[in-house]
């Protein structure tokens, strides 16, 4: 049974930082190129960040290129989102996702195999 479980959530002000992790568990880590979604209340998810299955490829939506870094950890099954420069408008739901295939640049829910859970950030002014 794969497992996508998300942590590091919570509220911060803006201006703040949050690390988000994501274990997994269930299906071969290193094999999947991995992202991370969002999603705010009444609107639709959105993924922000996808990273190769090495780790030195990534890509993020203009949104928070510049303020966001994905990476992982293929020897704990652990991908990872640090947050910088937050601001209000970064308030959603955080899902970890694994696409059913790698692909160049962030990714669409459609195209996502296995999701996690998710984990609620909430930014105040």
């Known amino acids: 049974q794969v497992q996508l479980v998300e942590s590091g959530g919570g509220s911060v002000r803006g201006g703040g930082s949050l690390r988000l992790s994501c274990v997994a568990s269930?299906?071969?880590?290193?094999?999947?190129?991995m992202g991370w979604f969002r999603q705010a209340p009444g609107k639709e998810r959105e993924g922000i960040a996808a990273?190769?299955?090495?780790?030195?490829?990534?890509y993020y939506a203009d949104s928070v290129e510049g303020r966001f870094t994905i990476s992982r950890v293929n020897g704990k099954n652990t991908l990872y989102l640090q947050m910088n420069s937050l601001k209000p408008e970064d308030t959603a739901m955080y899902y970890c996702?694994?696409?059913?295939?790698?692909?160049?640049?962030?990714?669409?829910?459609?195209?996502?195999?296995?999701w996690g859970q998710g984990t609620q950030v909430t930014v105040s002014s």
């Open positions: 269930g299906l071969m880590f290193s094999s999947y190129c």
């Open positions: 996702a694994a696409p059913r295939y790698c692909s160049v640049g962030v990714r669409m829910p459609g195209d996502i195999r296995y």
């Open positions: 990273i190769g299955l090495g780790g030195t490829r990534t």
